[in-house]
């Protein structure tokens, strides 16, 4: 399937991080059976950056690793649907995320993996959520959304 991810970065980006974001977003489509062409914007950025559009989209005045701004409302396994798309474009405009570099490589650190394992997982989960996965209970949402994340990553080699 060919999918339309959308790259940009306000921080120096580091070499191989731009294909390394792509491929996780491209890796969790397939994982999840996405049989429409869809378009996701990914924005790299610091905590300052993300601080910002935390604030100004969600009133949470606090940064944090990653955003995910779905264009639809979905659950968990759903499928976007080809009617969804712009028919300019023939794509369906899955959502957007913003991704805070600064974040994952603390996180990275403190979990004691690398900053590429992180950053695809915050884009996996982000696609997730862009696909109405979501882990507010501590329950069966989260172990689901989870399940899938580690079996994506998994795909990627990219295992704890």
Not at 2 to 22: N, R, W, Y
Not at 47 to 73: K, Y
Not at 137 to 160: F, H, V, W
Request: proline share 5%; net charge negative.
């Amino acid at each position: 399937m060919e999918h339309k991810i959308i790259f940009e970065a306000e921080v120096p980006c580091p070499d191989g991080v731009e294909a390394l974001l792509t491929g996780a977003v491209s890796a969790a489509l397939a994982a999840e059976n996405v049989a429409v062409p869809c378009e996701v914007d990914v924005l790299l950025t610091d905590d300052e950056g993300i601080h910002r559009i935390n604030r100004e989209m969600r009133q949470v005045d606090a940064p944090t690793d990653v955003l995910s701004f779905p264009m639809f409302q979905m659950e968990a396994g759903d499928k976007p649907d080809e009617g969804w798309a712009d028919p300019e474009t023939g794509l369906v405009p899955l959502g957007d995320m913003a991704i805070s570099l600064e974040r994952a490589r603390a996180q990275a650190e403190e979990y004691g993996h690398s900053v590429q394992r992180e950053l695809s997982y915050l884009a996996v989960h982000s696609v997730l959520h862009l696909l109405g996965y979501d882990h507010l209970d501590e329950g069966a949402q989260k172990r689901l959304m989870r399940g899938r994340e580690e079996a994506i990553l998994a795909g990627l080699d990219l295992t704890r």
